[in-house]
């Protein structure tokens, strides 16, 4: 029987779990196949035992149907492939994904929790970013955590791995022959740097694409996940920039609309100019670098 002090902090430190905002981690390569942070992807190792003491059941993308046979111990971590995807994989740590994670206490094969979001391996809990790092959309893991690491027991965790977004813009370079416009540069996890030019601010909205990316085409009704940085023209100041927290929703506005998956595109907004819905809180122009990570229609409708 479960004491009633021992199941709260079972639900608290399950909470802590399945919130998908996660650890960022020292990571050591070994095996070959997709990179993470351009070293080989790390590996954890299976479990037989606990793939003999799970029972799952049921379609990726439903919660599934599990029976925890009791009491199932868990050493050290694992991590096994009951289904491996073919999308893409989780390769930076700021790389949004989405994830359908449910939780069961190891002692007494108890549910403790489930949950969908959108996160990325950089808040919270080295642990899950463990588990998840170079999963690949359309995977489903069983994860056996030890005892102590979110409960006083071992707790198994099913994770369906359901999109995983661009970490930033892919594609090819666009040549744009543009005077007075200002110049971007990137650093290596694709965060850009912004320089405005000495030169007359422009008085209309003006829409450069830098990057061309092979994904598909941004349609008007959709929701478009992306990273972004703004900075006001007179100052050179950053006034807002995703790249601090986390990427963003926002709806296809003129210059995001016809875009592919992948751009980056250059956005100059006068204050009179059409929103973007990534302006910021600066009131005079801006200059404003969106890159495009995919389409993300359930977040704007709640599905």
Request: net charge neutral; aromatic share 4%.
């Amino acid at each position: 029987m479960v004491r009633p002090h021992r199941l709260e902090r079972v639900r608290k430190t399950a909470a802590a779990l399945i919130t998908l905002g996660l650890a960022a981690l020292a990571l050591a390569g070994c095996s070959a196949g997709p990179s993470f942070g351009g070293k080989a992807c790390p590996t954890q190792p299976t479990s037989s035992g606990l793939k003999g003491a799970v029972t799952v059941e049921g379609d990726f993308g439903s919660e599934p149907k599990v029976k925890v046979d009791t009491p199932t111990k868990v050493p050290k971590l694992t991590v096994d492939d009951l289904i491996v995807g073919t999308g893409t994989p989780i390769t930076a740590a700021s790389q949004p994904f989405t994830a359908n994670v449910v939780v069961y206490d190891g002692a007494t094969g108890q549910r403790i929790g489930a949950s969908s979001d959108v996160g990325t391996l950089t808040a919270q809990s080295k642990e899950f970013a463990a588990a998840v790092q170079c999963a690949t959309a359309g995977s489903r893991l069983l994860v056996g955590f030890p005892a102590g690491t979110f409960a006083e027991a071992a707790t198994v965790g099913i994770i369906d791995v359901q999109k995983v977004f661009l970490p930033h813009a892919e594609g090819s370079l666009q040549y744009n022959d543009a005077l007075g416009l200002p110049t971007v540069v990137r650093a290596p996890d694709g965060r850009p740097g912004i320089i405005i030019p000495d030169a007359k601010k422009p008085a209309t909205q003006v829409v450069q694409t830098l990057i061309r990316g092979a994904g598909p085409k941004v349609k008007k009704t959709d929701g478009v996940r992306v990273q972004y940085t703004s900075v006001d023209w007179d100052t050179r100041k950053v006034v807002n920039s995703t790249w601090d927290s986390q990427s963003a929703v926002i709806s296809a506005a003129a210059g995001i609309e016809g875009q592919t998956v992948g751009s980056q595109v250059l956005l100059i907004v006068p204050p009179a100019g059409a929103s973007t819905g990534t302006s910021g809180d600066g009131n005079g122009t801006q200059a404003i670098v969106v890159d495009i990570l995919g389409i993300d229609n359930a977040s704007t409708t709640g599905q």
